[in-house]
């Protein structure tokens, strides 16, 4: 693994990292508050990069132009975003980073479309 794909897994298993010692403090404290949080750093942050990392491995070729350097500083925004968004809308501190945030989340996932279409039409 290599390249964009290398760099969709490091965001990943950081993400996981993180996702998992929230968890552990969660279950320690008998304080579930911030489930959300962590159900989001793991389903956002590892499962769907690991996704990325994995499609990006297994056709090379989505991953060699400028939009998956886009995509990925797309994702990595909204995943630093939308998850303090989340703790930040849990805690009635403020929704507008968690807003912020899920709209990055989508762009990313809508640019990551358009590359599933592009590439498999290459490869038809
Ligand atoms: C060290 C590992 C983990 C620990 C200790 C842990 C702990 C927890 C705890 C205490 C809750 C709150 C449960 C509740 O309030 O009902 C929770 C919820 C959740 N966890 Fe984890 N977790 C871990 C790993 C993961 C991973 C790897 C994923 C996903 C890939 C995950 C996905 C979720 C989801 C989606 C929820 C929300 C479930 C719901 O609201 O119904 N967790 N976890
Ligand atoms: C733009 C991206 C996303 C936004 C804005 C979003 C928003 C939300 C909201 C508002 C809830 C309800 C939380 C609550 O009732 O406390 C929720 C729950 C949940 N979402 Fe998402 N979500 C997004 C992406 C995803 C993705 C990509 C996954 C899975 C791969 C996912 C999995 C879940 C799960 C399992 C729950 C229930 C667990 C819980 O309540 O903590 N979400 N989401």
Redesign the pocket.
Known sequence: MKGISFYFMVLAVISVTCGMALGIHMAISHDHTL??VH??LN??GW??MALFAIYYHIVPQAGQGLLAKIHLAVATAGVVT?VPGIALAITKQTEGLAAIG?II??VSMVIFLITVVKTGKARD
């Open positions: 489930a959300p159900a989001h389903l956002i499962v769907t939308i899920s989340t989508l």
